[in-house]
């Protein structure tokens, strides 16, 4: 029997921040993965898929430039009392080997922590890790640019957050409910306040679309959307380019069976551009902002879930 030897090597991309906010606060906003896409320009959606003692198995979706997504599973492992994170890559494209990130946190002061964030790279020694080192050095940079906005903002960002839920009943199949919300290709035809779709899938299950809606007063919103949908139980959107009052827009539609029928929940979790106050409805103050903004969102949310409860029940033959 002979015996192949590969040789291997490891490179690190070490980057590091001081964020003028607690311990916990920052290692919350890291081990929160599902909060992630709110702040993070390029983190589409994340998931846990199950847990044990040996750490929560999480698949991400994130954007590769403005039309693709790449999804990829990692086991995390949180370790409040030794102040780390760790995430080790299940799934890693050649020439990589193995990919492990390292969070440390280190309390300065009250008040004050310090984010070491290491990533790790197993590869052969004649592996050219050039371009995936170059994406680490840019995904750290603005993973922690982006983690010491949010953790120093956390009380403004209190206040400028809208997240709610709208639910409604539908007494017809998961499936023509989910595939009502699903097929946004046809929402101009369907929809009122949707008055042009442009749509892409590339990949099954990982659409693009720009979309121009109208508001209340006339006015016309132009977005662009990429959407996450895992048949027949849940389609996972994120606005990435947006209307000029809003910092970030997220949120989902989740198909929950029962013995009745399915509950169609839909979610949105908006970011108020405190600049723009006057674009909501005149609105002087924060308050008035969300009150116009939950308004107008969940006006919009229970004319798409009252259309496609209209269409399964009339499937089911109701």
């Known amino acids: 029997m002979r015996?192949?030897?590969?040789s291997s090597t490891q490179q690190r991309v070490d980057h590091s921040v001081d964020v003028d906010a607690d311990y916990e606060t920052v290692f919350d906003l890291v081990a929160d993965?599902?909060?992630?896409?709110q702040f993070q320009l390029s983190a589409v959606h994340a998931q846990v898929l199950h847990s044990n003692e040996k750490g929560d198995l999480v698949q991400h979706w994130s954007l590769a430039g403005d039309c693709a997504v790449r999804t990829w599973r990692s086991v995390r492992r949180a370790d409040r009392p030794g102040h780390r994170i760790t995430f080790a890559d299940l799934d890693v494209d050649p020439p990589a080997g193995k990919i492990r990130a390292d969070w440390v946190f280190t309390e300065l002061a009250p008040g004050r922590t310090r984010i070491e964030l290491s990533n790790v790279v197993e590869a052969p020694s004649d592996a050219d890790l050039g371009p995936l080192?170059?994406?680490?050095?840019?995904?750290?940079?603005e993973h922690l640019d982006t983690l010491r906005d949010t953790a120093e903002?956390?009380?403004?960002?209190?206040d400028l957050v809208v997240s709610f839920t709208d639910?409604?009943?539908?007494?017809?199949?998961?499936?023509?409910?989910?595939?009502?919300?699903?097929?946004a290709d046809l929402w101009p035809e369907r929809i009122p306040h949707v008055v042009g779709l442009a749509l892409t899938e590339e990949v099954p299950g990982i659409q693009f679309f720009d979309m121009d809606t109208q508001g209340p007063d006339g006015s016309t919103h132009s977005v662009r959307s990429v959407r996450i949908c895992r048949p027949p139980h849940l389609i996972v959107y994120?606005?990435?380019t947006l209307p000029t009052m809003l910092d970030a827009h997220t949120g989902h539609w989740r198909f929950t069976e029962t013995r009745e029928g399915v509950v169609v929940e839909a979610r949105h979790t908006s970011t108020i551009k405190r600049s723009a106050l006057s674009q909501f409805g005149g609105a002087t103050t924060i308050d008035?902002?969300?009150?116009?903004?939950?308004?107008?969102?969940?006006g919009h949310s229970m004319i798409n879930l009252r259309l496609a409860k209209t269409f399964a029940e009339e499937r089911a033959g109701f």
Not at 33 to 37: E, I, N
Not at 133 to 141: A, G, I, N, Y
């Open 288 to 298: 008035e902002a969300r009150r116009y903004l939950r308004r107008l969102l969940s």
């Open 153 to 158: 903002r956390r009380a403004e960002l209190d």
């Open 238 to 240: 994120k606005q990435i």
């Open 33 to 37: 993965v599902a909060r992630r896409p």
């Open 167 to 183: 639910p409604l009943f539908v007494a017809g199949s998961v499936e023509d409910a989910y595939d009502y919300l699903y097929r």
């Open 133 to 141: 080192l170059d994406r680490l050095r840019l995904e750290s940079k």
């Open 3 to 6: 015996w192949l030897i590969v």
